[in-house]
């Protein structure tokens, strides 16, 4: 017994001598070990926060790709269109562009030919304005039911009452109405290229008196000693002159009443357009469509 205790201490003795070696070279090695598994940890964690950024990053690029991808299928979609366009524009360029050309000349003459109407339109206006002023200058102040002077559309008219003109169912002119046409023939010796009609009106009466036959003779025969007397005693130029009679057939008023018809009755001196000026002034200005 004596003998397994001292065995037993010498074995505990021993053990403790190569385990306190050991023990230091292991611990040695434990904190070593523990130093790396740190170090390990770290780099770990540091390893998991990059991963967790390099994920971020990826799923960001792949969100980006596929815009990416979008915006190329709608630029090859918009490449397409625009190359349909070009190729029906490059048809278009090479067997209408002539075709075009002529069409914008075509414009540009219209609206030449507009411009130069417009301009002429507006001197013919301002002609007018002035003749009719001239007119009622030289006439003076007679009283309006007796001649009235007025511009509608691009034509002057004017009106001379059968009062002043001639007597009841007569067609020859008074003296007093001579004095009137010549203050007319004179404004009108001004426009030598100037064309006027002079025109009958009668009521809706029937005439027959003599040699006339109804109020289409009375009327063309009052124009008549109208013209007349504007040829011989005013010296116009009887190549301007036309003389027309229209009856009881353009009333100003209906026929209804003694003073109607004595408003009716008139004769009208109308200065004319200048078609002719334009008619050549087309002339230039031919257009082909």
């Given amino acids: 017994m004596k003998t397994k205790i001292i065995i037993f201490l010498l074995t505990i003795s021993l053990f403790s001598c190569v385990s306190s070696k050991k023990f230091k070279t292991l611990n040695g090695k434990y904190t070593e070990l523990n130093s790396s598994f740190i170090y390990l940890q ?12 390099l994920k971020f990053t990826n799923d960001k690029l792949s969100d980006d790709i596929i815009g990416l991808n979008k915006q190329i299928d709608y630029l090859k979609e ?22 075009i050309k002529k069409s914008l000349d075509n414009i540009g003459g219209k609206d030449n030919y507009i411009q130069t109407l417009q301009q002429q339109m507006a001197r013919k206006d301002s002609i007018n304005l002035t003749l009719v002023m001239n007119l009622k200058g030289v006439i003076g102040n007679l009283n309006d039911t007796d001649i009235n002077i007025k511009v509608e559309g691009s034509v002057v008219y004017i009106d001379i009452s059968d009062k002043l003109l001639f007597k009841t169912g007569k067609y020859s002119v008074t003296e007093e109405a001579k004095d009137v046409l010549g203050k007319v023939a004179l404004v009108l010796k001004n426009q030598p290229n100037v064309d006027f009609m002079v025109e009958g009106h009668t009521d809706n009466i029937q005439y027959n008196n003599g040699m006339l036959m109804d109020n289409w003779d009375l009327s063309v025969k009052r124009a008549t000693s109208v013209v007349r007397i504007l040829q ?11 003389a027309a009679g229209r009856s009881e057939y353009k ?32 002339e230039p200005q031919k257009i082909k469509n």
């Fill in 232 to 242: 011989y005693q005013y010296g116009l130029n009887p190549a301007n002159m036309i």
């Fill in 78 to 99: 918009n490449n397409n269109q625009t190359l349909k366009q070009l190729q029906q524009l490059s048809v278009i360029s090479t067997q209408q562009a002539e075709s």
């Fill in 42 to 53: 770290k780099e770990l964690r540091g390893c998991s926060g990059e991963k967790n950024d």
């Fill in 251 to 282: 009333p100003l008023l209906p026929n209804i009443s003694d003073e109607n018809r004595g408003v009716n009755r008139r004769t009208r001196i109308i200065i004319l357009p200048q078609l002719d000026q334009f008619f050549k002034l087309l």
